[in-house]
């Protein structure tokens, strides 16, 4: 006979299914029963009775009693948690049906008063949760709990969707999609802390699921479940999940240079020590192996290991490890088999001493080397939309084009593969469901499944695919290991409301080799020198690059030590972008210094380039329909001295859809307050100028020229399961939400180029969103599309519409020198 700890918010579960259980039993059977009594059967008295076997502590068992046409009477009622046998229930089931709503009645009412008690808190009265295991997403592994200062795994037997429903939100995901039994993920070590769990899915903690109880199992860590939690975040929860760590064994990784050499970053050799509970340990490199020091190596952020013979160490060893033994495709020092000493153990080496590792950094933390290098110019792999160096959704290229790879079986070796290409270290994440913004353009695979030691995610097996089989939404995205370099101790932010905003203050040589803080000119500073700052400061996307800081309280540092910064946004420091040799700023003043906000989260807008292709078309519009947009400036200056309201103007008319894909919504830089009012066209200008339109000559002289002001940013259609925000009538909220875009038909007022001075030939069209970069973005790079165009004097084609950074270099500067159409046939 088996008891079970049940919870009150677990008892209407239970009693709906035993009920349902006992009405399939009875049936018509049952209910013809009851119509042949009539109600003519003497009343008979039957007694119940439900026995709670004595709990620790005490006096004894509780025994409810019952009877027909009496009221419940609980006799004694002693004992703080209560255990109920099941047995005696499904008995009372087996009895007519009054039987049935005795035991619904006292599973509604009077149980739960006794079974509240019987889930007892953790001793710091909070219960962690975490996904362990190898190898796995970052949304799914081995669920481990934290409970009486021990971590434990949870046995699969009961275990069902609903149970992992609970779960994913405990570790911050709003549902889970599926659960694994057997161990999948390895067997976990330590206790097994619940068992026979049985949830309904809405309850808000574990604890008010059935149980056996806390720490009372029959089953072994072969038995211990999984879950595969939907990657979409709950609001506000901690985004804190590395994978493939293993607390229990490791907490923390780090190389010690040796001693006599020099310190100098990145730290490239010296002696592997790991962390635990208890301090620092070393491994013995008694068995050592080169694939041994590759894992190491990657952990630190470098591709690839250099052969190193046994040298001493002056240090005072303790040796946590032993017979360590990786393949060398391991992400993390904790998938390998090793062997554990004792904590505070000191156990010897036999002929060897502390493990020592020496790795080969790549092109962009090579010693001694300018990091404005190039990152593998020939690279087939990229990183994109990731606020830091090591980190973004991954982009193949495929003949001339880039596009992305479905996240479909994408896992840490897959993605190791991709770092150590592009000259990290493996992977500390391997993100799935668009994490780092989705692409635009083809996607060329999916179910990627690399061993881990392949040169190029193309060597990788993989599945060609088609439109049906994935959407961007799955798009791939990686976070790579980097090695440390320090970069922040140079920068700080200062006056700042909280850590993510300031005045930004550098620490340079002022002379005499004197390091001291100084402040950088705001002159001409944008957006995209924000994005180095925070990106040097591991604060994530900018939000705003400011040029004036007098509203944030001052300190001591008033001197100017950097000017004319121009970065190109993806720099790792800020002394890497273009600057002034000798400081010179034309509003000297503290107030008058840089400052940024950084944010978590950015947009990212693009064009859809296509489109422009496809609605592209030449309208000779008469001068007195165009008053509205002459005092815009939407037309060319020749248009002034034209015989108004007679004569017409030649437009290069096409439509502009302008997609989010970022991470947080695109809006103004300037509140409500500062919008222009344009009474001609009755509507407000939130931004001064949103896109250029440009058409430019082979050689790259702009021969015409239009641009947008965004006098109506908002939401014209979103993806499935995207609602609208933003909508510019009735002075409403302009902007552009995650996953909508904003279509600017092509008959709408200055949505051309006036070309009427133009002559027949070939051309550029280029089209810049948020040229001026007021707007901070996770990507600029993007935000350029440029389109062959034909002109013959009376129609236009374009062809090769792309957006600046879709095409490979060759195909790039291919079209840069494309020589033009000898007639109108485009292939």
């Not at 110019?377 to 495929?398: D, H």
């Not at 993989?462 to 959407?471: L, N, Q, V």
């Not at 009427?756 to 969103?769: A, E, M, R």
């Not at 389109?787 to 792309?802: A, P, Q, S, T």
């Amino acid at each position: 006979m088996e008891c079970y700890q049940v919870s009150s918010a677990a008892v209407p579960l239970l009693m709906k299914r035993a009920v349902e259980y006992e009405m399939e039993t009875l049936g018509e059977r049952q209910r013809e029963r009851e119509r042949e009594r009539g109600g003519k059967e003497e009343e008979r008295q039957t007694e119940t009775h439900i026995i709670c076997p004595r709990s620790k502590g005490s006096h004894s068992d509780i025994i409810y009693r019952m009877r027909e046409g009496v009221e419940l009477n609980p006799q004694p009622i002693v004992s703080l948690s209560c255990f109920l046998h099941l047995s005696h229930f499904q008995a009372m089931l087996k009895g007519g049906l009054w039987d049935i709503v005795v035991a619904m009645v006292l599973w509604g009412v009077w149980l739960p008063s006794c079974l509240g008690q019987t889930t007892s808190p953790s001793q710091d009265g909070k219960i962690k949760f975490r996904l362990a295991g190898y190898p796995r997403k970052h949304n799914e592994g081995r669920v481990e709990v934290f409970y009486n200062g021990e971590w434990g795994t949870i046995c699969d037997d009961d275990f069902t969707l609903a149970n992992a429903h609970v779960l994913c939100r405990h570790l911050g995901f709003v549902e889970a999609l599926s659960w694994s039994h057997s161990a999948k993920y390895g067997a976990g070590t330590g206790k097994i802390w619940l068992d026979n769990v049985i949830c309904g899915g809405s309850e808000n903690s574990i604890e008010k699921c059935v149980s056996r109880g806390w720490g009372n199992s029959d089953c072994t860590h072969q038995e211990d479940a999984g879950v595969v939690c939907k990657d979409e975040r709950l609001p506000g929860f901690e985004d804190s999940n590395i994978i493939e760590v293993d607390e229990n064994r490791m907490e923390k990784i780090r190389l010690r240079p040796l001693s006599g050499h020099a310190v100098r970053m990145p730290v490239t050799e010296g002696v592997i020590e790991v962390k635990f509970k208890e301090g620092w340990g070393h491994i013995c490199n008694t068995g050592w192996t080169i694939t041994n020091s590759r894992v190491v190596c990657g952990m630190m952020g470098f591709p690839s290991q250099r052969t190193i013979g046994k040298k001493p160490s002056s240090l005072q060893s303790v040796y946590r490890i032993h017979s360590v033994t990786c393949t060398g495709n391991e992400a993390h020092l904790s998938a390998c088999a090793m062997e554990f000493n004792k904590a505070n153990s000191s156990a010897s080496c036999p002929d060897g001493g502390a493990a020592v590792v020496s790795c080969v950094p790549g092109p962009l933390f090579t010693q001694g080397r300018a990091r404005r290098v190039k990152l593998h110019p020939m690279s087939q792999v990229r990183l994109k939309g990731g606020a830091k160096t090591g980190e973004g959704r991954v982009e193949v290229l495929k003949g001339s084009e880039w596009g992305t790879l479905c996240d479909d079986h994408w896992n840490l070796q897959s993605a190791s593969v991709v770092c150590r290409e592009l000259g990290f270290g493996t992977a500390k994440e391997a993100l799935t469901g668009a994490r780092m913004g989705q692409g635009m353009g083809p996607i060329y695979m999916n179910e990627v499944q690399c061993r881990g030691d392949e040169k190029s995610l193309w060597d990788c097996p993989h599945k060609s695919i088609t439109a049906e089989d994935c959407k961007h939404m799955e798009d791939a995205s990686v976070i790579c290991n980097i090695p440390y370099m320090g970069f922040e101790k140079s920068i700080r932010l200062t006056g700042g409301r909280t850590r993510l905003e300031g005045r930004v203050e550098l620490l340079l040589s002022t002379g005499g080799g004197v390091r001291d803080w100084g402040l950088v000119c705001g002159d001409g500073w944008t957006s995209r020198e924000a994005m180095v700052v925070c990106r040097q400061l591991g604060l994530g996307h900018a939000s705003s690059g400011l040029r004036e800081t007098w509203y944030w309280d001052s300190s001591n540092v008033t001197e100017m030590v950097l000017s004319g910064v121009k970065c190109k946004g993806d720099e790792m420091t800020l002394t890497d972008c273009q600057h002034h040799s000798v400081v010179s700023c034309k509003r000297a003043g503290a107030q008058f210094s840089a400052g940024v906000i950084c944010s978590d989260t950015a947009s990212d807008l693009v064009l859809n380039a296509p489109l422009v292709e496809q609605t592209v078309y030449i309208e000779d519009r008469p001068l007195h329909l165009l008053y509205c947009a002459a005092e815009e400036n939407c037309l060319t200056k020749s248009a002034a001295q034209a015989n108004w309201p007679y004569g017409q103007r030649r437009l290069l008319r096409f439509s502009s859809q302008i997609h989010n894909i970022g991470k947080a919504d695109f809006r103004p830089r300037l509140g409500r307050h500062s919008w222009v009012w344009h009474e001609c066209h009755r509507h407000y200008h939130s931004m001064d100028i949103f896109t250029y339109y440009d058409l430019l000559s082979l050689n790259g002289t702009k021969v015409a020229d239009g641009h947008k002001a965004s006098f109506c940013l908002e939401d014209t259609e979103c993806h499935e399961g995207v609602s609208k925000h933003y909508e510019c009538a009735n002075f409403g909220e302009q902007g552009i939400t995650v996953g909508c875009w904003d279509l600017y038909r092509h008959d709408i007022d200055c949505q051309w180029i006036d070309i009427t001075d133009v002559k027949p030939g070939n051309y550029i069209l280029q089209v810049i969103i948020n040229p001026n970069f007021e707007v901070a973005e996770s990507d600029f790079t993007n935000n350029a599309m440029r389109c062959n165009c034909k002109y013959d004097g009376n129609r236009v084609w374009l062809h090769k519409c792309h957006l600046g950074d879709s095409f490979s270099e060759e195909a790039e500067k291919e079209f840069e020198h494309y020589p033009g159409q000898l007639n109108n046939k485009i292939s």
